[in-house]
């Protein structure tokens, strides 16, 4: 048996690893990131969405279910480098047909095995993703030509990746699992970055999905009579992606109903005016949870992105196609996980709903697209997207005795736009108030204080009415939900406003911390000691490195 040589994963910032070759024997630059999903990692190793990153598993065990033909996501390994502690060193699972270290040879992936994990993602965690670059055989050379070398790689800020992952030719998937067998919808999907198993979760409810290149025009769309757009994920800097913007603005234009995941997440959000920002080291895994605001609902999901979108939980916000609101994020950090239209047909979620590999819990975000797609009645046809908050009835109200958050909106004035009815003004007025846009020339403080002026006089004619007020009901208590982390009981409290004094305070790298932040907070449960805080270092750092929620019960190592 041949000895096996020396491989290295070299940092930026100096910090070299050493261990064993596995896969290829070469050199190749990318940026260093963690994963902690546990299985999957074929799946994980096919995502476009890893294109040129050096992906470190924090999970020690990996290869031992081989590699097989049918759980591809894309048509090769996608990863820039692939770093484990402890490779299988023969797989046993009866769908393997060969080995994991065989196919990593066979593509020229190049490989460390033997290195302590551990350490690489706690490094990575502190100091964030960063540049990095693998090298075993001949490409090793002194420490210090390597570091220069991985200093001299460009970051993933700024990258623009999308184009070298899409499709060069459209394909159509045919649609499935529909008794009259054929398609009750066609979607156009454009492909920045898409995977396997999304266009399958399309066709399986009835959906003719025709997959682009992401150079594609709106009259390509168009001429396709679609019933439906759909953004797929992707690698790179959203900041990047003016093209794929530009169309998703031309198909809103059109009331295309659009649903969008992961870099289709940030698209759309640019697309409506949102900004993106680079995170310390992104989410990327099998469980990470996402709160629905409207429902209360926890999800565990897959996830895979270091950039995220800008925006608090709940957030409500103007567009020049109506008002959209924020409507997911994690409860580890905040990060926004999803945003809607009030009145216009298009969402998006960060996370992977098609899953592979990973959880299912929010593959029904497909059965809302297909919702979305057929409750439109014509071109152009104003709908929302957004579920029923519990305490709501779905039951439809007159547009006049409709309150302002449940009007359905078609046509808000935004940036002199004409408000095209009355539940659209009602809106309208709504965030004259709240946001300080002119509408129909009416001045945001005049409008807001016309409102407060009339809700005062309203209160004083009830005081003269009546001497003696009654006494105000108590707020209601904020709703919880137990959950487990790491084994401990867990509560999430929605909606909870956190002080800037407060250490779990969200916090971005260089931004200092916000005066009051509302978001869903992770809190020790009812059996902590508020008065017995764990040190700094033992603190559970989040999966997106914004701010420190949860502390760590054990012991150990989060």
């Known amino acids: 048996m041949s000895a096996v040589g020396t491989a290295l994963l070299v940092?930026?910032?100096?910090?070299?690893?050493?261990?064993?070759?596995?896969?290829?024997?070469?050199?190749?630059?990318?940026?260093?990131?963690?994963?902690?999903?546990?299985?999957?990692?074929?799946?994980?190793?096919?995502?476009?969405?890893?294109?040129?990153?050096?992906?470190?598993?924090t999970a020690p065990q990996i290869g031992n279910t081989g590699w097989n033909d049918?759980?591809?996501?894309?048509?090769?390994?996608?990863?820039?480098?692939?770093?484990?502690?402890?490779?299988?060193?023969?797989?046993?699972?009866?769908?393997?047909?060969?080995?994991?270290?065989?196919?990593?040879?066979?593509?020229?992936?190049?490989?460390?095995?033997?290195?302590?994990?551990?350490?690489?993602?706690?490094?990575?965690?502190?100091?964030?993703?960063?540049?990095?670059?693998?090298?075993?055989?001949?490409?090793?050379?002194?420490?210090a030509e390597l570091v220069e070398r991985v200093l001299a790689s460009p970051t993933m800020e700024g990258a623009d990746l999308y184009g070298a992952v899409s499709t060069h030719e459209p394909y159509v998937v045919p649609a499935g699992g529909t008794a009259e067998g054929g398609a009750r919808f066609r979607v156009a999907a454009l492909d920045v970055g898409i995977k396997a198993n999304t266009p399958r979760m399309l066709a399986a409810r009835g959906i003719e999905v025709h997959v682009l290149p992401a150079a594609t025009s709106i009259e390509q769309i168009v001429?396709?009579?679609?019933?439906?757009?759909?953004?797929?994920?992707?690698?790179?800097?959203?900041?990047?992606?003016?093209?794929?913007?530009?169309?998703?603005?031309?198909?809103?234009?059109?009331?295309?109903?659009?649903?969008?995941?992961?870099?289709?997440?940030?698209?759309?959000?640019?697309?409506?005016?949102?900004?993106?920002?680079?995170?310390?080291?992104?989410?990327?895994?099998?469980?990470?949870?996402?709160?629905?605001?409207?429902?209360?609902?926890?999800?565990?999901?897959?996830?895979?992105?270091?950039?995220?979108?800008?925006?608090?939980?709940?957030?409500?916000?103007?567009?020049?196609?109506?008002?959209?609101?924020?409507?997911?994020t994690c409860p580890n950090d905040g990060c926004v996980e999803g945003l809607a239209g009030e009145g216009f047909p298009a969402f998006s979620v960060q996370y992977h709903p098609e899953a592979a590999a990973g959880p299912h819990d929010a593959a029904d975000l497909f059965d809302r697209f297909v919702t979305l797609m057929a409750d439109r009645p014509a071109r152009g046809a104003a709908l929302s997207p957004l579920p029923h908050r519990?305490?709501?009835?779905?039951?439809?109200?007159?547009?006049?005795?409709?309150?302002?958050?449940?009007?359905?909106?078609?046509?808000?004035?935004?940036?002199?736009?004409?408000?095209?009815?009355?539940?659209?003004?009602?809106?309208?007025a709504e965030l004259v108030a709240a946001e300080g846009v002119a509408v129909e020339g009416v001045a945001a403080e005049d409008a807001a204080a016309?409102?407060?002026?009339?809700?005062?006089?309203?209160?004083?004619?009830?005081?003269?009415?009546?001497?003696?007020?009654?006494?105000?009901?108590?707020?209601?208590?904020?709703?919880?939900?137990?959950?487990?982390?790491?084994?401990?009981?867990?509560?999430?409290?929605?909606q909870t406003v956190v002080p800037a004094d407060d250490p779990g305070a969200q916090q971005r790298d260089g931004q200092g911390v916000d005066e009051t932040v509302a978001l869903p907070r992770v809190v020790p449960g009812a059996d902590d000691d508020p008065a017995d805080p764990a040190p700094d270092d033992d603190l559970f750092h989040d999966s997106g490195g914004r701010h420190r929620l949860i502390e760590r019960h054990d012991g150990e190592e989060a």
């Not at 009546?466 to 867990?490: K, L, M, N, S, W």
Request: one cysteine or more.
């Open 450 to 494: 016309e409102d407060v002026a009339a809700e005062d006089s309203t209160r004083c004619a009830a005081d003269d009415e009546d001497a003696v007020a009654e006494p105000a009901e108590p707020a209601a208590p904020a709703e919880r939900v137990d959950i487990t982390v790491h084994g401990e009981p867990t509560m999430l409290l929605p």
């Open 390 to 428: 519990r305490d709501e009835e779905p039951a439809a109200v007159p547009v006049g005795d409709a309150p302002v958050d449940d009007a359905p909106v078609t046509g808000v004035a935004v940036e002199g736009v004409a408000v095209e009815d009355a539940a659209a003004e009602l809106v309208a």
């Open 70 to 143: 049918e759980d591809d996501e894309s048509a090769r390994v996608q990863v820039a480098g692939y770093v484990v502690r402890d490779p299988a060193r023969r797989p046993s699972n009866w769908r393997s047909q060969r080995a994991l270290g065989d196919v990593l040879v066979e593509q020229g992936v190049v490989g460390v095995a033997g290195v302590d994990t551990r350490a690489v993602v706690r490094h990575l965690r502190e100091r964030g993703a960063m540049r990095a670059g693998v090298f075993s055989g001949d490409a090793l050379a002194p420490d």
């Open 11 to 57: 940092l930026e910032d100096g910090r070299i690893f050493r261990g064993e070759e596995f896969g290829a024997a070469g050199a190749n630059l990318g940026e260093a990131v963690f994963t902690t999903g546990m299985t999957g990692y074929q799946e994980t190793l096919t995502d476009p969405s890893y294109h040129r990153q050096i992906v470190v598993q």
């Open 223 to 328: 001429d396709l009579g679609v019933d439906g757009f759909f953004l797929s994920n992707g690698p790179g800097d959203p900041a990047t992606a003016d093209a794929p913007v530009a169309l998703t603005r031309a198909v809103l234009e059109r009331g295309i109903p659009t649903f969008g995941i992961c870099f289709g997440n940030q698209i759309l959000a640019r697309a409506l005016g949102r900004g993106t920002y680079k995170m310390r080291y992104g989410h990327r895994g099998i469980n990470v949870p996402v709160v629905e605001h409207a429902t209360g609902r926890v999800a565990i999901t897959s996830q895979n992105h270091g950039f995220a979108v800008e925006g608090e939980a709940g957030e409500r916000f103007v567009t020049p196609y109506g008002p959209a609101r924020i409507t997911h």
